[in-house]
């Protein structure tokens, strides 16, 4: 069974900036899509944004222009560059595998405070 891990979560003040990277273990990330979500406190796990194996990419609106995913396949990893961060992106971040998915990391916490 594989595993995700991501990291680079943290706190931001802002219109700053983080790059979030969520490795993947006992699996070949390669074989598969790799999706966004975030959960902000109290509230629902919404996508953000998906980089299918073709490296076709897809955003939610509120990401477009701001954020940018990518995959390293030789890392067996993926990215999510985020920038100009407001209070409104403080969240639980977690990556996915898959479509349905068959592996999710726990999430790296995102607060975006002065």
């Known amino acids: 069974q594989g595993q995700l891990v991501e990291s680079g979560g943290g706190l931001v003040q802002p219109g700053g900036s983080l790059n979030l990277s969520c490795v993947a273990s006992?699996?070949?990330?390669?074989?598969?899509?790799v999706a966004w979500y975030r959960q902000p406190p109290g509230g629902q796990r919404e996508f953000v944004a998906r980089i299918a194996r073709s490296g076709y990419i897809t955003y939610v609106d509120f990401a477009k222009g701001r954020f940018v995913i990518s995959r390293d396949n030789a890392k067996n990893a993926a990215y999510l560059q985020m920038n100009a961060l407001s209070p409104e992106d403080t969240a639980t971040y977690l990556c996915?595998?898959?479509?349905?998915?068959?592996?999710w990391g726990r999430g790296t916490q995102v607060i975006v405070s002065s």
């Open positions: 006992g699996m070949d990330l390669s074989n598969w899509g």
């Open positions: 996915s595998a898959g479509v349905p998915v068959v592996a």
